[in-house]
């Protein structure tokens, strides 16, 4: 729940964020969770890291976030390129 609870602060606080929204259907079935861009799915309020992301699924789809210290390096330039 902590984490859950830093996410949204992250949120609100920074714009290196971005919400994903759950597909609209109309199906009988709702939504099991989140699928990630992997093809992963995730169960509604659980996290995941991807990449240089911690993302969280909530019943409006998934909230990702740049961690910090990640903005705009690539792998690339960890590697002196």
């Not at 991807?50 to 210290?69: A, D, M, N, P, T």
Request: proline share 2%.
């Amino acid at each position: 729940m902590l984490r859950l609870l830093l996410l949204f602060t992250a949120v609100i606080c920074c714009n290196a964020c971005r919400l994903e929204k759950l597909p609209t259907q109309d199906t009988t079935s709702s939504p099991e969770g989140c699928v990630d861009s992997y093809g992963n799915l995730h169960g509604f309020d659980t996290d995941w890291e991807q990449e240089h992301e911690i993302c969280v699924c909530v019943g409006l789809g998934s909230i990702c976030c740049e961690r910090f210290g990640h903005w705009g390096v690539t792998d690339y330039d960890y590697n002196g390129g």
